[in-house]
């Protein structure tokens, strides 16, 4: 008998622990990673670098829209969205849409296609501005993100820039404005993650906007990027949040239901 329930409590015990254990690993865990990054705090781990946006943020995807209309447009298509697609699903007003959206010239009905003539990009660049509709699920959200701030000075190519994520980009610095200019200063082998090892940057001209600023521009137009990748994302999340109300509302009818029915039992 005694034995029996020593035995039990050991066994409770173990659970106990167990269940401590769990809950513990991810913030063990954390610690540990945390502590890793203190020991590469002398160089930059750009390629840690996560985009961090959120689909169902209306706000961020309406800026996303109107960066990618005044930067991005120029050069690279959606060629799967059209106008009136994307201002219903981002909530823009067709005023909106009309004056700050669209392209002079071009219909609410019109695919999203580059303004920049085929042949004279393929002149200009040496290679065509690719499509970018389906970048972030091909490349991923925080690929683009770290492209977009990953052009540096490099006066030996013939942008004058060069990029971390994609060595020898044909694309030009076209937010050094927005971003400032930097150097880069490398380090020596390859980063943890198979990279370019940087050291630091060195600021050659700053941009009008703060790193901050620059962080979220970015984050808003691959979260643009990723909304016009999976258009449907956007609706299904909000379904999500319906579907969540509608079962928590139902839990709630269901024990009502039960405590009225045996009510009477006792
Ligand atoms: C002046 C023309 C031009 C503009 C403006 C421009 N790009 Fe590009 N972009 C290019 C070219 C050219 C390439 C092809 C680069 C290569 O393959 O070397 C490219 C490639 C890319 C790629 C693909 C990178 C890869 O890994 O294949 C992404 C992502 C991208 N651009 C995003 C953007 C975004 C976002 C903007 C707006 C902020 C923008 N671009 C503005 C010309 C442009």
């Given at each position: 008998?005694?034995?029996?329930?020593?035995?039990?409590?050991?066994?409770?015990?173990?659970?106990l622990?167990?269940?401590?254990?769990?809950?513990?690993?991810?913030?063990?865990?954390a610690?540990?990673?945390?502590?890793?990054e203190?020991h590469e705090?002398?160089?930059?781990?750009?390629?840690?670098?996560?985009?961090?946006?959120?689909?169902?943020?209306?706000?961020?995807?309406?800026?996303?829209?109107?960066?990618?209309?005044?930067?991005?447009?120029?050069?690279?298509?959606?060629?799967?969205?059209?106008?009136?697609?994307?201002?219903?699903?981002l909530?823009?007003?067709?005023?909106?849409?009309?004056?700050?959206?669209?392209p002079?010239g071009a219909k609410?009905?019109?695919?999203?296609?580059?303004s920049?003539?085929?042949a004279?990009?393929?002149a200009?660049?040496?290679?065509q501005p690719?499509?970018?509709?389906?970048?972030?699920?091909?490349?991923?959200?925080?690929?683009?993100?770290?492209?977009?701030?990953?052009?540096?000075?490099?006066?030996?190519?013939?942008?004058?820039?060069?990029?971390?994520?994609?060595?020898?980009?044909?694309?030009p610095?076209?937010?050094?404005?927005?971003?400032?200019?930097k150097r880069?200063?490398?380090?020596?082998?390859?980063?943890?993650?198979?990279?370019?090892?940087?050291?630091r940057?060195?600021?050659?001209?700053?941009?009008?906007?703060?790193?901050?600023?620059?962080?979220?521009?970015?984050?808003?137009?691959?979260?643009?990027?990723?909304?016009?990748?999976?258009?449907?994302?956007?609706?299904?999340?909000?379904?999500?949040?319906?579907?969540?109300?509608?079962l928590?509302?139902?839990?709630?009818?269901?024990?009502?239901?039960?405590?009225?029915?045996?009510?009477?039992?006792?």
């Amino acid at each position: 008998m005694h034995r029996n329930l020593s035995g039990r409590v050991a066994r409770i015990a173990a659970g106990l622990l167990a269940g401590v254990a769990l809950i513990a690993a991810p913030a063990l865990q954390a610690a540990e990673e945390k502590a890793a990054e203190g020991h590469e705090s002398h160089g930059v781990d750009w390629q840690g670098w996560k985009a961090g946006n959120q689909i169902n943020d209306a706000t961020s995807l309406q800026r996303g829209a109107s960066n990618f209309m005044n930067y991005c447009a120029g050069c690279h298509s959606l060629k799967y969205m059209r106008y009136e697609r994307m201002a219903k699903d981002l909530r823009i007003g067709d005023e909106q849409l009309r004056k700050n959206l669209l392209p002079a010239g071009a219909k609410t009905t019109d695919y999203i296609l580059a303004s920049f003539p085929k042949a004279e990009a393929e002149a200009w660049f040496g290679r065509q501005p690719p499509d970018l509709s389906l970048i972030t699920r091909s490349k991923g959200s925080d690929y683009v993100f770290q492209f977009l701030k990953g052009f540096y000075l490099d006066e030996t190519k013939a942008t004058k820039t060069d990029n971390l994520a994609l060595p020898g980009a044909a694309m030009p610095a076209v937010l050094s404005d927005l971003e400032g200019v930097k150097r880069v200063v490398f380090g020596h082998g390859e980063s943890a993650h198979g990279g370019k090892n940087v050291e630091r940057f060195d600021e050659v001209q700053a941009g009008s906007m703060t790193p901050a600023q620059y962080d979220v521009f970015v984050r808003d137009t691959v979260n643009f990027l990723q909304y016009v990748g999976e258009p449907s994302q956007v609706d299904r999340v909000s379904i999500g949040i319906w579907v969540l109300l509608f079962l928590a509302v139902f839990t709630g009818f269901a024990w009502m239901l039960k405590k009225e029915y045996w009510k009477d039992v006792h």
